[in-house]
Structures are given as structure tokens and as C-alpha cells.
């Protein structure tokens, strides 16, 4: 009897604590996870070139997407996702760095071997890359940030399930070609197939990819080596009691949509694959490549020692002078380049924080599970560190408005259904699949006026092309200048002159240099000059820009570029 009776106080207890742990639903309650108890790992790094008689020289690699089970962490069971890697062994959340040289071409061939049905529930309402018969998981992969061939840059409509068996109508080929030709800089492989992007990342399918210049680096000095230059890869999941990825089965307007969701958030912010990791790091410099992974999520880092970044370049490009900065702002998909100098800090940890409302900028705070990013502990001991952080890093030509061949005006829509719920989002009030209206000349300049009529702020992401930030302007009387767009589609007919008239906000200094995606605020008309050519060099793209299927560009938060906020974009000659 008493034997009976311990057992089943026992087993009390053992449930007690997994409902302490994982809460109610069958859903993980993030509070109850220990933080900081993982080490964050590096990513494995794939050389995208060879070394022969010590000259690098092109290579051919070889990188698929498995259905695996990855271990977020130590406390929650493994999950299932889909992960990139040359086996699946190695396959990792998120995919293996690949280390790319300026000038020596990369050829990857980009195998799906995933099953024949998704880890997470898609909606087939909106536009959506559907093989028959459901048969297969649709992928196609886009070198964010890359400067290469339309057939190369990972068209939505260039879909492919397992073994190539069925592709999109824009299939391409299977090997694709990354010229590396381009500025030295951080890039951010993922899927893009045609609505399943927000599901695909979410199940684990993106990666980095840096271009390093040693010629044009190295004077630099800036932090090398793999201990002291690490990318970082953030992003936000929700998991249930089994371990698997959490996502909402029901739509925000389910008779219309019965899946899609506006935006996706996760109570757990994971770094590099592990749910907030901790990172022991000597008393000196070290580089971190943050890339924001998030489906919709905005990060504002910050430390909780006063530690400060040293900010060297935006999204794949070198800034022109290092900034000292407190906290930075990064959209989806958004990367920085900062340099954080352990040497100055007076404690022996220093907590990464996130201060950025969600949805962005105007919803929810943070709380204590989204508000902490992942921890630094500091060794107590004081060392030699020769790098170092120059004022004045790489400057690039600064464009000219006398170089500008046409001006455009780029509107964001959102659509709303009776009860006031989202329904799917445009540009120019126009799908994807609308005939291409973006036609820039290879080589040109452009002036982009981005009107943004919604509440949200949207990271407009251009392929292809590279952008500085002008100015932005708020809209006033913005609900009659909404109700005329509306009804024209036309900020000319609309006398957009006559409404942008408002506050200018400022570029932060970090953000002044080459971007390709910037966050569009809401209620503003943010102006930027694109550039459809190198900027490092006066030489020709070293391939044909105007080839087929073209190129896009779009709203970076993944569940409004599925539904469907993305535009073709074709260049001509």
C-alpha cells in the first residue's frame, strides 16, 4: 500500500512538472525553459572554391534539404524540420555557412530530398506553388543578397519537388551559378518558392553565404578567423509538448483563407539553431554577422551592460565609416555586421536583448521569453588583440541624381476583410502574377518613391538591386490620400506632392550606406535610389540581366510576400 501510494505521488509530481513546463494546449511555455543553458554552435563552413597551386578556383557543390529532427534545446524534444546540408547527417537549423570568394565563380547544385507531404500546415487559397496531386514538398532557393542570372536568383515560379520530378512554370535548371563578382559582403540563402516561403523558413530551410576580398579586407584589420568572426542567425519559433515547430492550423479570416495568418510569431528567439544559447568569449573583439531569419518578427538589440556595437556594414555591403551605435534595428531578413569589443566590459556577462514591439512598430511589447536574445560570458582575464576597427572603412561611389532615368512610385496596400482582418496584401494594388511594371535599363539609376497606406512597417527587399535611403516623408490627411489611391491606384492623380508633407525622419547613420532591403514605415513616403549595376566597378554584370524568368521584389515580412505582397521585376536593355 505504501508502496502504491509513493508511486503515485511520484507520478504527481513528474506531471506536475511537465505541465509546469510545457503548459496548457500542448504547447511549450516558454517561461518554464531555462535560458542561456545551450552553447551556441558555428554553423559548418563550405568552401564555395577549391586551392590549386595556392589560386583559388571555382567550385561545384552539392547541398540538399532533409526531413530531420533537430535538437532546439536540452530540455524540449527533438523536432522534426527540414534542413540544408551535403548530407543529412550534417544537416543543420540553420543550413552550413558557405564561404564564397570575390571573383571565383560558386555552382551549386541544390537537391530536394525532402518527403513526399509538409512538416506544417500551407494554405492553398492564396497563390501557391501546388504539385499534382499534393505529391511533394515545392522548393527553390534564392541567394539573398546576390548580384547573379535571373535563371540564378531562385524565381517563386522555379519550383522543384524531390529528385526535380515536378518543377514550376519557371523552372530554370538545377545547378545554379553564383558569379561572386560583386562588393565583399554577408548575403542569406533561403527558400523562395511560391507561397510556402513563410513555411519553408519556418521548417528550417535558410543559411549564410559571405563573400570575402582579402585584397580589399585584410587592410582593414578588422576580427578574422572562425573564432572571432561568427555569423549569427536569429530567429523566433513556438514549439508544442512533442517538440514540433508550433504554427497556428486556423486563418485569421478562415472562410476566406482557412491557414493564412498576417504575420507569425514564436515565443522562443533562437540563435543559430539553439533556443537562447549562451556563447563564452575572450576579453577582445569579435565580429558578428547578424542575420534577422524571422518570418515576421523585427529584432532591437541591445545590451544589458551598456556594451555597445561598432557598426560596419548593412545587409551585403560595407559601410563607409564604423558607427558607434547602443541598439540596432533590423527588420526581417535585414543583416548587420558589427563588431563588439568584450574588452570593455566592466561585468563578466552581458546579455543580448530585443526591444522591439510585434507586430512592428505598433504592437505588443516584448515580454521576458521574447525580450532576451541570448547571453555572452566573458572571460575575466585581459588579452593581447591586434584587430582593430577603423574609422573609414570602404567607400563606394555615391550616386548622383543627374544619373537618374526614371522616378517610380511603389504603393503598399493592405486588404481587409467585413470583421477588419487582413485578406492579402499588394503593391500597386496589383498580385505577382499581373503583368511585370517595373522594367529598369541594365546599368541605370533609379528614384523609387515607396508609399506605404498600411500600419505596418514593411522591409521592402529588391533583387538584384542595391538602394541608399534618401529621405521619408509623412503622409498627412493620409485617410484622404488612402481613399483616392484606392479608387486611381495613382500617387500622380493622387497629387502625392500635395500630402507629403509632414515630419521628415531621419536615416539612422548606420543605415546611410548600400542596402537591399530597408523598412518601409508606415504611413510615410520613403525615397531611395536604386541602382541596377555594380557598385564597386564601372564593368557590365558578367551576365545576361535580362534573361528569363526576371527578377522580383517584395515585402520581406515571408506571410504578407506569400499572400501576396511581391512584384515581377524585369530589366532591359
Known amino acids: 500500500m505504501e508502496l502504491k501510494m509513493n508511486y503515485t505521488l511520484f507520478l504527481v509530481h513528474i506531471l506536475g512538472l511537465f505541465a509546469a513546463v510545457y503548459g496548457d494546449g500542448g504547447l511549450v511555455s516558454p517561461s518554464k525553459l531555462e535560458m542561456f543553458v545551450d552553447e551556441i554552435p558555428d554553423m559548418p563552413r563550405i568552401k ?8 583559388p578556383v571555382s567550385k561545384r557543390l552539392k547541398i540538399s534539404m532533409f526531413q530531420k529532427y533537430w535538437k532546439f534545446h536540452k530540455d524540449l524534444p527533438p523536432t522534426k524540420v527540414f534542413a540544408y546540408g551535403e548530407t543529412k547527417q550534417t544537416a543543420t537549423v540553420p543550413g552550413p555557412t558557405i564561404e564564397a570568394i570575390h571573383g571565383v565563380s560558386t555552382r551549386v547544385t541544390w537537391q530536394n530530398q525532402l ?10 487559397t492564396i497563390p501557391t506553388a501546388i504539385p499534382t496531386n499534393n505529391q511533394g514538398v515545392p522548393t527553390v532557393v534564392h541567394l539573398h543578397g546576390g548580384i547573379d542570372e535571373p535563371q540564378s536568383d531562385g524565381n517563386s515560379h522555379s519550383w522543384f519537388t524531390n529528385g ?5 512554370p519557371h523552372w530554370t535548371k538545377k545547378t545554379y551559378h553564383y558569379h561572386n563578382q560583386q562588393q565583399p559582403g554577408n548575403l542569406y540563402y533561403h527558400d523562395h518558392a511560391m507561397g510556402l516561403t513563410r513555411v519553408n523558413l519556418l521548417a528550417g530551410l535558410f543559411g549564410a553565404y559571405i563573400i570575402r576580398h ?5 587592410p582593414l584589420g578588422l576580427p578574422y578567423s572562425d573564432e572571432f568572426d561568427r555569423p549569427l542567425v536569429v530567429f523566433d519559433r513556438s514549439f508544442r509538448v512533442n517538440g514540433s515547430i508550433y504554427m497556428d492550423t486556423k486563418g485569421n479570416n478562415p472562410d476566406i483563407h482557412p491557414q493564412w495568418q498576417p504575420e507569425y510569431f514564436g515565443d522562443v528567439i533562437v540563435v543559430n539553431g539553439k533556443a537562447w544559447p549562451y556563447m563564452a568569449v575572450r576579453r577582445r573583439k569579435y565580429r558578428f554577422r547578424i542575420i534577422n531569419a524571422s518570418n515576421a518578427r523585427f529584432f532591437k538589440f541591445f545590451f544589458s551592460n551598456g556594451l555597445r556595437f561598432i557598426h560596419v556594414g548593412s545587409d551585403s555591403v560595407y559601410s563607409e565609416e564604423a558607427v558607434l551605435v547602443k541598439d540596432i534595428l533590423l527588420g526581417p531578413s535585414e543583416i548587420a555586421d558589427v563588431v ?3 574588452s570593455k566590459s566592466k561585468s563578466s556577462s ?3 536583448h530585443n526591444g522591439a514591439a510585434y507586430p512592428y512598430p505598433g504592437g505588443d511589447p516584448v515580454n521576458e521569453s521574447n525580450g532576451k536574445v541570448m547571453k555572452f560570458i566573458i572571460n575575466p582575464h585581459h588579452e593581447f588583440d591586434s584587430s582593430r576597427v577603423p574609422k573609414k572603412l570602404l567607400k563606394y561611389p555615391t550616386p548622383r541624381l543627374s544619373d537618374v532615368s526614371k522616378t517610380r512610385y511603389i504603393a503598399m496596400y493592405e486588404y481587409t476583410s ?11 494594388a496589383k498580385s505577382y502574377d499581373d503583368p511585370v511594371t517595373e522594367e529598369p535599363k541594365v546599368g541605370s539609376t533609379e528614384i523609387w518613391n515607396v508609399i506605404n497606406l498600411t500600419e505596418d512597417n514593411h522591409p521592402l527587399h529588391i533583387h538584384l538591386g ?11 490627411n493620409i485617410d484622404e490620400f488612402r481613399e483616392c489611391m484606392n479608387k486611381l491606384n495613382n500617387a500622380e492623380k493622387c497629387h502625392i506632392e500635395k500630402y507629403a508633407r509632414g515630419e521628415k525622419l531621419s536615416v539612422e547613420p548606420y543605415e546611410k550606406g548600400w542596402k537591399n532591403v530597408y523598412k518601409m514605415h508606415p504611413g510615410y513616403v520613403t525615397k531611395i535610389i536604386v541602382k541596377f549595376a555594380y557598385i564597386h566597378t564601372n564593368a557590365s554584370y558578367a551576365f545576361d540581366a535580362t534573361a528569363e524568368p526576371g527578377y522580383v521584389y517584395h515585402c520581406h515580412i515571408l506571410d504578407h510576400e506569400d499572400n501576396v505582397m511581391m512584384r515581377p521585376l524585369k530589366l532591359v536593355k
Not at 526535380?164 to 514550376?168: A, K, L, S
Not at 467585413?418 to 500597386?428: G, M, T
Request: glycine letters at 4%; aromatic letters at 10%.
Open 466 to 476: 542595391l538602394f541608399r535611403v534618401l529621405d521619408q516623408t509623412n503622409i498627412t
Open 350 to 352: 552581458a546579455v543580448l
Open 48 to 55: 564555395g572554391y577549391d586551392v590549386v597551386h595556392e589560386v
Open 214 to 218: 582579402h585584397d580589399v579586407e585584410a
Open 418 to 428: 467585413p470583421i477588419d482582418e487582413p485578406v492579402h496584401l499588394y503593391i500597386n
Open 340 to 342: 563588439v569589443d568584450f
Open 164 to 168: 526535380f520530378r515536378q518543377r514550376g
Open 115 to 124: 518527403p513526399s507531404k509538409h512538416i506544417l500546415p500551407w494554405d492553398p
